[in-house]
């Protein structure tokens, strides 16, 4: 689990506009062109086998622990009908350190529904395969859109989620675990210490999480 932004309107990197020209010639003039007011905070959950939920929530308010939980109690009614059968295993629930997510309340509903919450050290970002595959690919299929209103935006999200195939969510949760292993090995300054012992639960989580990958389908 994991959020982001999705804006009405998010423009592309500069050299993604990048021109050839003549040594000669004069750079081309080029309008600034910012990021839109208009934006939602996408929570999305999902697993290896695609997008099980997904929230909205509008500018200018806050996910709090009591947001989360009720987020929580949500993703059990979609865990029942979108993964039908998989419920007979604790369900493995990775998300970062944000206080709502450690909130009495949250940590308490996430217990009630039977969710195992994996240990997740902060300051890992390297840890988070939403931001490691899902939503860079998710925000470079849209940047450079102009939107005509923050629906038609929020539209464009889930006809991509629905694009991407099994294989795209399986691999993208399992192929982090080299990526963070490589990290781990390279903190080798005193500095780092205390992440290369945080980065001791990257094989528990990714263990963890290709057994659940890897579960075929009750007969």
Known sequence: MDETWIYQFDPEPKNASMQWKRPSSPPPKKAKVTQSSGKVMLSCFWDCEGIIMTDYMEKGKTITGEYYSGLLKRLRSELVRRRRGKLRNEVLLLHDNVPAHRARQ??????????????????????????????????????????EDIEDAISAVEEWFQAQNDTFYSQGLLKVKDSCLKLAGKCISPAFRMHMRAHGTVTKIFSLLHDACSDPEPK
């Open 106 to 147: 949250a940590v308490e509903t996430a217990d009630q529904c039977g969710y195992e919450i994996l240990p997740h050290p902060p300051y890992s970002p390297d840890l988070a395969p939403s931001d490691f595959c899902l939503f860079p690919n998710l925000k470079k299929s849209i940047k450079g859109r102009r939107f």
